[in-house]
């Protein structure tokens, strides 16, 4: 009889504790992360010989989605992308020669330590902040990090130079980075405004290797630039500029 008594004690000490982990509904449960989104819409940008395409020439939809999970000041989280080529985007072209085609994966190493992030600021224009390879665009989420790359499956590239942004539009839907009198924004204009909508948000993802080679732009052996033009934002700190389309909880 004793023994039946410990038991029964054993286990509801066990239902007890398992209750107070449980997320208490009633109320907003706070998420675990600064920062949530998906993001749809890929497209690829480019490819070996010039992966900015900025007059939207060999901008190509592909399917796929991104998705991000991050606690920016700690930092960790997860960030991956899985992009699928199709009939209609044909290879993508990472490095001289070799077409890829299938299932290419980045997985975001964000703990790394050499990973930094940022929250709400200019970059890349004239703002000295990251080079004019776009023009000068407001971001609520850059990141810097180590990112490893796998062809249907297999890794194929480990360790690339790894960049993210979530940020107000640039691309429009034709895939130009442009002003509506047409202008095509080229490193060269980084002083100009006009090439952004700050009423629309996309989410980039690039990496590449730091070996140089002048046959490429930018000029490194090995590179891929993803573009996504639909972002749901689950979850975001508040800073200097609303995100469109997010209600800050």
């Known amino acids: 009889m004793k023994e039946l008594l410990l038991i029964a004690l054993a286990v509801a000490a066990v239902i007890a504790a398992v209750f107070l982990l449980m997320p208490k509904s009633g109320g907003p449960s706070a998420s675990e992360y600064d920062w949530e989104l998906s993001a749809g819409n890929a497209r690829i940008i480019g490819g070996y010989g010039d992966n900015f395409a900025y007059n939207g020439e060999n901008v190509r939809p592909v399917e796929g989605q991104a998705f991000l999970q991050l606690d920016a000041n700690a930092p960790r989280g997860t960030v991956e992308a899985v992009i699928r080529t199709t009939s ?23 703990a790394a330590p050499n990973a930094r992030y940022d929250e709400y600021v200019d970059l890349h224009g004239d703002t000295g902040n990251e080079a004019p390879v776009m023009p000068k665009i407001f971001t609520y989420l850059a990141g810097w990090a180590p990112v490893d790359v796998y062809v249907n499956g297999q890794l194929k590239y480990k360790d690339l130079a790894g960049h993210l942004m979530f940020t107000e539009r640039s691309r429009r839907p034709d895939g130009t980075i442009r002003k509506d009198d047409g202008t095509v924004y080229s490193p060269k204009l980084k002083t100009e405004r006009g090439f952004t909508d700050a009423n629309r948000t996309e989410f980039h993802l690039v990496a590449h290797t730091t070996e140089p080679d002048s046959g490429n732009f930018p000029p490194h ?13 689950e979850e975001a700190p508040s800073g200097a500029q609303p995100i469109p389309g997010y209600a800050q909880k």
């Open 221 to 233: 052996t090995v590179w891929i630039h993803l573009n996504f033009g639909r972002v749901v934002v």
């Open 88 to 110: 209609e985007s044909g290879p993508i072209v990472m490095a001289k020669g070799e077409p890829l085609t299938g299932e290419i994966r980045l997985v975001w190493k964000t």
